[in-house]
């Protein structure tokens, strides 16, 4: 707001000073009749006089005017941080993330970006402070790791913004400035899970994790719940990498999985490590170990195998937060996107929910809908999506009766689960799941 006063406040300085000189140019000159008296024409040169020094004082202040907006001008300036824990190039998270800050700040010509790529987790607070001391006004560190650190980083520098990708509820509304978003896929996993038990031929799946947290958990039971909608007699085993970014153990994680009997490997990992080994299977065998893209398109790593994908357009928030930062305001909460509001999307690629060579096999295996009736999986998937992109829908996939790989009930028949479960407690696996050791 001081901005738009400010801006209203130079408008109204050239306004005076315009005004000003056009009563002055108005200023009523006597008539001539013949020749001017001398008396008259003293008269007429003072008034010249005065018009010309009060045009030049107009002249003058107007210059001050157009100098002061060219200020406010700079003063709307913002220049933002993003610090990332794994490589630019990752084709998966950091790459997703880089690609929305290059994209707001070609909208924006007042935006300025810099960024830090492979940070590790103790390192943040060090890299927040640089950014800082280089002229940063706000910062957004995009890993989970980065919490506690990031909300640490809002108490030293109080006049600045900051925003943490994920999120904590043990962290949230700590310090004023310090705010947390996050893109959500479990929807799109649940969409994935169906295209799973529909193409699975061993009833065997596979999912690569890299930790357990709530938001890893919540998105394979989803993959796995719209599985065993589609095919009741599937099996998942999970198996835990340890790092959000490591190729070489998603690789040795998928090469066990294949080797159980998986024909279907979902995965949460930063990196393509996972799909390049489907394809290296299928090419070295002819046997597809389907799979999907994650966070990225890569596709490019699994042109046979990659089914669909769950693809985020975290340039929705970045546009969002930016525009608010400039406006000197901080959103101190947790901000959630879906499928609703186009944060996140279903996709092989961007603009290609399924990969066109799968579209007849989905089409060909039909399951039996409460409400829907007889529907192909593909149909039953896009239908889906629809759903999940109206805000107006109800339908959620985390309904019950469901139990546990314990056998507990977790949610009774009809039963919807409870949003603060659902994203930060989820610590339980759909029956059926082999969980990991």
């Known amino acids: 707001m001081q901005k738009v006063w400010g801006y209203a406040i130079a408008a109204l300085i050239i306004g005076l000073v315009i005004g ?17 008296p001398k008396a008259d024409y003293d008269t007429l040169k003072s008034d010249y006089d005065s018009i010309k020094a009060d045009l030049d004082t107009v002249q003058t202040d107007l210059t001050k005017a157009l100098a002061e907006i ?8 913002l220049k933002a941080g993003f610090v990332y824990v794994g490589p630019i190039e990752d084709f ?5 993330h880089d690609r929305g800050r290059m994209k707001v700040a070609e909208k924006y010509d007042w935006l300025e970006t810099v960024y830090a790529e492979i940070v590790p987790e103790p ?42 990708c994920s999120g904590d509820p043990t962290v949230h509304g700590s310090a004023p400035n310090v705010g947390f978003y996050f893109s959500d896929f479990y929807q799109l996993y649940y969409l994935n899970g169906l295209a799973a038990g529909a193409l699975t031929k061993t009833n065997k799946l596979g999912y690569v994790a890299a930790y357990t947290t709530s938001e890893v958990v919540r998105h394979l039971d989803a993959f796995f719940l719209g599985a065993k909608e589609v095919n009741p007699d599937v099996e998942m085993k999970v198996l835990v990498t340890g790092s959000w970014v490591d190729p070489a153990t998603d690789t040795l994680n998928a ?15 930063d990196a393509p490590a996972v799909i390049s080994k489907c394809q290296d299977h299928y090419e070295e065998t002819g046997e597809k170990i389907y799979t999907f893209s994650h966070y ?18 975290w340039e929705k928030w970045y546009e969002y937060l930016l525009l608010k930062a400039q406006q000197g305001e901080a959103e101190n909460w947790q901000h959630w996107g879906l499928a609703t509001g186009g944060y996140v999307e279903l996709g092989s690629d961007f603009g290609e929910p399924i990969n066109p060579i799968f579209t007849e096999d989905l089409k060909a295996v039909t ?35 469901i139990r546990d790989t314990e056998g507990n009930l977790r949610l009774k028949s009809g039963e919807v689960i409870d949003g603060y479960q659902l994203w930060w407690e989820m610590d339980w696996y759909p029956e059926g799941t082999i969980p990991p050791e």
């Open 20 to 36: 000003a000189a056009v009563g002055y140019v108005m200023k009523p000159v006597p008539e001539p009749v013949g020749m001017v």
């Open 367 to 401: 399951v039996t809908d409460p409400v829907l009736g007889t529907i192909g999986v593909y149909d039953l998937i896009m239908y889906r999506y629809e759903q999940f992109k109206d805000e107006r829908s109800t339908f959620e996939p985390f309904t019950g009766p």
């Open 296 to 313: 990225s398109c890569m596709k490019e790593f699994g042109p046979d195998v990659v089914v669909s994908g769950q693809l985020v357009n």
């Open 255 to 269: 090469e066990a999985l294949i080797a159980w009997g998986a024909d279907v490997i979902g995965f949460t990992a």
């Open 92 to 96: 998966g998270w950091t790459m997703a």
């Open 123 to 164: 390192e943040v607070s060090d890299y927040i402070d640089e950014m800082f001391e280089k002229g940063c006004d706000v910062v957004f560190t995009c890993s989970f790791g980065y919490g506690w650190d990031t909300v640490k980083a809002g108490e030293r520098w109080p006049d600045k913004i900051l925003y943490h």
């Open 70 to 77: 060219e200020e406010l001008k700079k003063g709307m300036s």
